[in-house]
C-alpha cells in the first residue's frame, strides 16, 4: 500500500486492489473511490519538471519480466518507448539521475540501463559512467542515488555481491567502498541536503557509518555505534531545518547529521504486534509517525499512529 500525511493531518491509505481510505488520526476512516493496480507504475518526474517517465510492468514468461519505459514531455506526447526484459530476481531501480538522465534498470545482461535525452541515446551506467565490467558471478543487489540541488550532477551508491561502488558525476570519479565479498551492504541513505552518506555493513550490525558525500576518499565516522538498525530514511527538523535521518531497529530513533544525537525516539514493539517503516512517514511538524504492522496472532494489517 501507500501512505500520505498532509500538512492538515489527513492521512490516505492507498490499497492494493480495494478502496483507499481517508482520516484523521484517532478517528474513523472513510473509504473513497480509488483503486489501485497491484502492478501500477508511479510517473517519475524530472527535477526541473520538464519530462515524465513512466516504467510499467507488462507481462512475464516464467522468470522473464516484461517491461515498458515511457518517457514524455511537458504537454504529455510520447518521444521515447522502450520494451526490455528482467530477470524475476532482480530488483527494479529507476529513477532521474538529473534533468537529461532516467534511469531505466537492470535488463538481463546485467547492464544498469539509463536514456539520455539530450543526446537520444541509451548506455549502461556501470560501463559508461563507473567504466566497470562486472565479474561473471556479480550480481547488483543495491542502488541509492541523490540529484544535486543544481539538477545537473548527482552520486550513485551500488552494491553487489562482490563490491560497493560509489560514483561521483561532478568529478566522473568511481570510488570502491568495499572490495570484499565478506563486507555487504545492509542499508543506505543520504542525508536531505545530499551532504551525507550514511550507510551500514551487515557483518557490522551495531556500526552506522558516515562521511561526507564529497570529496572522494573522505574519512568515515561512526554516527552511533549502539542500535542494530535495519533501515535509513532522510529527513529535516521541521522547527529547525536541521539535518536529522530516521532509523528503525524494533524502535524508531530520530538522529542529528552529522552530530549522531538522539532527539527523538518511539517505541513500537509490544502488545502482540510488529511495526515497521517503509519511508518516512514523520508528520509535518514532526510530532508523530506513521507505522505499518500486523497483528502476530492474526496477521491482521494495520496503520498505525505512533505519538511521543
Known amino acids: 500500500g501507500n501512505l500520505n500525511w498532509t500538512a492538515g493531518d489527513t492521512i490516505t491509505v492507498r490499497l492494493r486492489n480495494a478502496p483507499a481510505m481517508t482520516g484523521t488520526p484517532c478517528t474513523p476512516f472513510t473509504a473513497i473511490e480509488e483503486v489501485l493496480d497491484p502492478f501500477a507504475a508511479k510517473p517519475l518526474v524530472s527535477p526541473n519538471g520538464s519530462h515524465t517517465a513512466l516504467t510499467e510492468y507488462i507481462g512475464y514468461a516464467g522468470q522473464l519480466l516484461h517491461y515498458r519505459t515511457t518517457i514524455l514531455d511537458k504537454g504529455g506526447n510520447e518521444i521515447w518507448v522502450y520494451d526490455w526484459d528482467a530477470s524475476i530476481h532482480t530488483r527494479t531501480y529507476n529513477g532521474w539521475l538529473n534533468n537529461d538522465l532516467y534511469m531505466i534498470g537492470i535488463d538481463l545482461e546485467n547492464s544498469l540501463m539509463y536514456f539520455d535525452l539530450a543526446n537520444d541515446h541509451r548506455g549502461n551506467i556501470l560501463a559508461d559512467m563507473l567504466q566497470i565490467t562486472p565479474a561473471v558471478d556479480e550480481y547488483f543487489n543495491y542502488l541509492s542515488y541523490l540529484n544535486d540541488l543544481n539538477q545537473v550532477d548527482f552520486h550513485l551508491l551500488i552494491a553487489s555481491n562482490l563490491k560497493t561502488y560509489f560514483y561521483h558525476s561532478e568529478s566522473n570519479t568511481t570510488e570502491i567502498l568495499w572490495d570484499d565479498p565478506n563486507s555487504v551492504l545492509g542499508f543506505a541513505c543520504f542525508s536531505a541536503d545530499g551532504d551525507w552518506l550514511i550507510l551500514r555493513d551487515i557483518n557490522s550490525p551495531l556500526s552506522l557509518q558516515m562521511r561526507a558525500a564529497d570529496p572522494a576518499a573522505g574519512d568515515w565516522y561512526y554516527l552511533t555505534n549502539t542500535y542494530r538498525y535495519n533501515n535509513c530514511f532522510p529527513s529535516t527538523d521541521p522547527q529547525t531545518g536541521a539535518q536529522t535521518v530516521i532509523l528503525f531497529s524494533g524502535a ?36 508523530a509517525l506513521i507505522a505499518l504492522g500486523n497483528n502476530n496472532f492474526t496477521q491482521v494489517m494495520g496503520v498505525f499512529i505512533l505519538d511521543q
Request: proline fraction near 6%; hydrophobic fraction near 45%.
Open 252 to 287: 524508531v530513533h530520530i538522529r542529528l547529521v552529522p552530530s549522531g544525537e538522539l532527539v527523538k525516539s518511539w517505541a513500537v514493539s509490544g502488545a502482540g504486534y510488529s511495526l515497521w517503516l517503509e519511508a518516512n512517514f514523520l508528520a509535518p511538524d514532526g510530532t
